[in-house]
């Protein structure tokens, strides 16, 4: 294979859908020798601020002089974006090699009578082979979907399973409460191995404390408590870590922005305290370092300052209702925005929170067989309000906008990340997009 059939090979799977469950990757993992046995993973779960995290966890290590690996799903801009070492992607020829080494062990799997496994098991043992081969200290793993029956689970002794916000999303599959998808997502806390929560409701934390328990898993919870946020501008926010039993920190910064981001920091920091008590060496300096270079594309992401462009990949209600948060606590002035969504992500809701602060909406349609469909979602947009609502055809229509736009104008993409991918790399290659 070359890198084009590879992605030709493993986009083909979609067709096998989204099914959960343990038993073909696991299968598949045997067959490829179990690479994920080989190295230190730190697990991430939950509905909102998983990638955050991990980034935060991942860059702390690698800053310490870990060799650290980092899967995150889904991409923004290119499909290697998704499996990473010390900030540099999986290459070309790498992914195109063990793609075809997968696809061998698929053909045995389907000649003993296994299911075919979905995309994103194929995309997670070509992940776990490449990390195993490139001999890497730690894996930062963030799950896909759920916990409990995710592909990642096929990982038995994480060193620490990290828990981050929880709110609803995928209700078909994980269940219609918050308990419910809490739960599916504590599975991934293993039998002895330590557990950490991210600040959240008791009815949430209880679920997760209550799996913990069974499993006789110490939790650690993060608490609010323990961070003080002492500025913030356009370039990001600082703030104080009050724990100082682990690590003695002076004032920190943090590129990304919105107060539930301290949280996210909050709980990166916790979770860094147990991989250093566990006799990892992990420094003061490292931490204020990886926490201050740390860049994550797609999440309130300020590209271009005149006119103000921001970026903003909060796809369900939890995110899109943190983003306007972050947005009314910056900014006064009314808002143009770009907005699509994909049908299964109540467009309504994002509508009562994005439609206060607009002064006109240009709708698109993100590249997913789910979009909602640009002249749709203004039909929709158009009954509950009087400003101006116009679709667009095709990305390239937004350039004309930010050409006329004035420069002290804020402009805001907002919606899926399937939309925010194709607008990040449209601005890039039209240069407008100074700050990338």
């Known amino acids: ?22 038993e073909r990757i696991k299968r598949l993992m045997y067959l490829l020798g179990n690479p994920q046995n080989t190295y230190k993973i730190i697990h991430v779960a939950g509905t909102n601020g998983k990638g955050s995290t991990c980034s935060l966890i991942h860059d702390v290590l690698m800053e310490a002089g870990y060799k650290t690996g980092l899967f995150i799903s889904p991409y923004l801009e290119e499909f290697t ?40 098991e194929i995309v997670t043992a070509i992940g776990f082979k490449y990390f195993q081969e490139e001999n890497i200290d730690f894996l930062v793993l963030e799950v ?33 409460s918050l308990e419910k998808i809490a739960y599916e997502k504590a599975g991934i806390i293993k039998a002895g191995r330590p557990a950490v929560i991210y600040p959240q409701a008791d009815n949430i934390k209880k679920v997760i404390r209550d799996v913990a328990r069974s499993k006789n898993s110490p939790v650690y919870e993060a608490d609010k408590g323990n961070i003080e946020k002492t500025r913030s501008d356009i370039r990001g926010q600082w703030f104080k870590y009050l724990k100082r039993d682990v690590f003695d ?56 300052t005149s006119p103000l462009i ?5 796809h369900n209600i939890d995110g899109i209702s943190s983003f306007t948060k972050t947005l009314k606590d910056r900014f006064k002035g009314k808002i143009t925005f770009f907005f699509g969504i994909l049908k299964d992500k109540s467009p309504e809701e994002a509508l009562e929170l994005l439609l ?81």
């Open 310 to 314: 921001i970026l903003d990949g909060g």
């Open 81 to 120: 974006e998704r499996i990473q070492i010390n900030k540099h992607h999986i290459n070309k020829d790498s992914l195109a090699r063990i793609t075809a080494l997968v696809n061998d062990k698929v053909s045995l799997m389907l000649s003993e009578g296994y299911d075919h496994p979905t995309e994103f």
């Open 249 to 304: 920190l002076p004032e920190i910064k943090i590129n990304l922005l919105g107060d539930h981001q301290l949280l996210n920091g909050l709980t990166a920091l916790l979770t860094l305290e147990i991989i250093k008590k566990k006799g990892y060496g992990i420094s003061p300096e490292s931490i204020i370092k990886g926490f201050s270079n740390c860049r994550f594309p797609g999440r309130f992401e300020i590209v271009n």
């Open 356 to 436: 206060p602060l607009a002064k006109e909406i240009y709708t698109l349609t993100p590249l997913s067989p789910r979009a909602l469909k640009a002249d749709e979602l203004a039909a929709l947009i158009k009954k509950h309000t009087n400003i101006k609502v116009i679709p667009l055809d095709n990305f390239e229509d937004i350039l004309p906008v930010i050409k006329n736009a004035d420069k002290n104008e804020i402009i805001a993409f907002s919606g899926s990340l399937y939309m925010i991918g194709s607008v990040r790399t449209l601005l890039r290659n039209n240069d407008m997009a100074n700050n990338l």
């Open 1 to 22: 294979m070359n890198y084009e059939e590879a992605l030709q090979f493993i986009h083909s799977t979609y067709r096998f859908g989204s099914k959960l469950g343990l």
């Open 144 to 176: 896909g979907l759920g916990g409990r029956f995710d592909a990642t689970n096929v990982v038995e002794e994480p060193l620490v399973s990290v828990i981050t916000s929880i709110s609803y999303d995928h209700m078909e599959q994980l269940g219609d």
